[in-house]
């Protein structure tokens, strides 16, 4: 026979589940509409807008379709950020393993995620650091691989990220670093901008440091060893 406390954790539990697959729904259902919506804002943006690390003199964001985005911006995001893009399934196990391995050999830990990650972290996550947070956004980074194409997600990647203090996206830090539409980046312009997302509200392009021009020159070299062939895989 059951007892009064066994039915209430019976209800509890039922109520649990319908809460669950009702956030599932949800979530799914904003991926799918995001596929063919863009965002006029984010859970990124908005968590700076309430609480900045530093003072935003101006918001700029203008969006802009991948077509009007430099190949040479595409191209450098992915030599800098995740050069395994085009053949991952939103997760680069091998550049995990290799974060790991050099944290055990006595290396500073690393970052090793991916641009679907990133993507994910921008349009859903909030700036903190946590087991919850990186659950949730792994989930979510699996939605946008089984919904989205990779051009869609590089798109939104570029639209989105962090180019500086209220600097979001491509055609916006195209405009405030080299008075220039994100379609006329030159190679170089290019690296500099991917040079700067490890930390954009830290690195500074204008004049680049020793530090940013070093590695905007390996993001070059990078970009010429994975050549055209790597954005003709997201075709």
Same mark, same amino acid.
């Given at each position: 026979?059951?007892?009064?406390?066994?039915?209430?954790?019976?209800?509890?539990?039922?109520?649990?589940?319908?809460?669950?697959?009702?956030?599932?729904?949800?979530?799914?259902?904003?991926?799918?509409?995001?596929?063919?919506?863009?965002?006029?804002?984010?859970?990124?943006?908005?968590?700076?807008?309430?609480?900045?690390?530093?003072?935003?003199?101006?918001?700029?964001?203008?969006?802009?379709?991948?077509?009007?985005?430099?190949?040479?911006?595409?191209?450098?995001?992915?030599?800098?950020?995740?050069?395994?893009?085009?053949?991952?399934?939103?997760?680069?196990?091998?550049?995990?393993?290799?974060?790991?391995?050099?944290?055990?050999?006595?290396?500073?830990?690393?970052?090793?995620?991916?641009?679907?990650?990133?993507?994910?972290?921008?349009?859903?996550?909030?700036?903190?650091?946590?087991?919850?947070?990186?659950?949730?956004? !792994?989930?979510?980074?699996?939605?946008?691989?089984?919904?989205?194409?990779?051009?869609?997600?590089?798109?939104?990647?570029?639209?989105?990220?962090?180019?500086?203090?209220?600097?979001?996206?491509?055609?916006?830090?195209?405009?405030?670093?080299?008075?220039?539409?994100?379609?006329?980046?030159?190679?170089?312009?290019?690296?500099?901008?991917?040079?700067?997302?490890?930390?954009?509200?830290?690195?500074?392009?204008?004049?680049?440091? !020793?530090?940013?021009?070093?590695?905007?020159?390996?993001?070059?070299?990078?970009?010429?060893?994975?050549?055209?062939?790597?954005?003709?895989?997201?075709?």
């Amino acid at each position: 026979m059951a007892t009064a406390g066994s039915g209430w954790w019976r209800g509890l539990w039922r109520w649990f589940w319908r809460l669950l697959c009702l956030w599932l729904l949800l979530s799914l259902t904003a991926v799918l509409l995001l596929r063919f919506v863009d965002p006029p804002y984010w859970s990124w943006r908005l968590a700076r807008a309430i609480d900045p690390p530093a003072k935003i003199t101006q918001v700029r964001q203008q969006w802009q379709p991948l077509s009007a985005i430099s190949r040479n911006l595409q191209l450098a995001v992915i030599a800098s950020e995740d050069q395994r893009f085009p053949e991952h399934f939103g997760f680069d196990f091998k550049q995990i393993s290799d974060a790991i391995a050099d944290a055990r050999k006595g290396d500073s830990l690393r970052g090793a995620s991916t641009i679907s990650q990133q993507t994910a972290k921008n349009l859903f996550m909030w700036p903190s650091r946590s087991f919850v947070r990186k659950g949730l956004e !792994a989930w979510f980074t699996l939605l946008l691989e089984l919904c989205w194409d990779k051009q869609r997600i590089l798109e939104v990647y570029l639209n989105v990220v962090e180019f500086g203090p209220g600097i979001y996206g491509a055609d916006a830090a195209a405009h405030h670093y080299f008075h220039k539409p994100a379609a006329r980046l030159s190679r170089y312009e290019a690296a500099l901008l991917a040079a700067i997302l490890p930390n954009p509200w830290h690195y500074r392009i204008t004049p680049p440091s !020793a530090y940013m021009a070093e590695r905007a020159d390996w993001i070059s070299t990078q970009m010429q060893q994975l050549g055209p062939v790597t954005l003709q895989k997201l075709d």
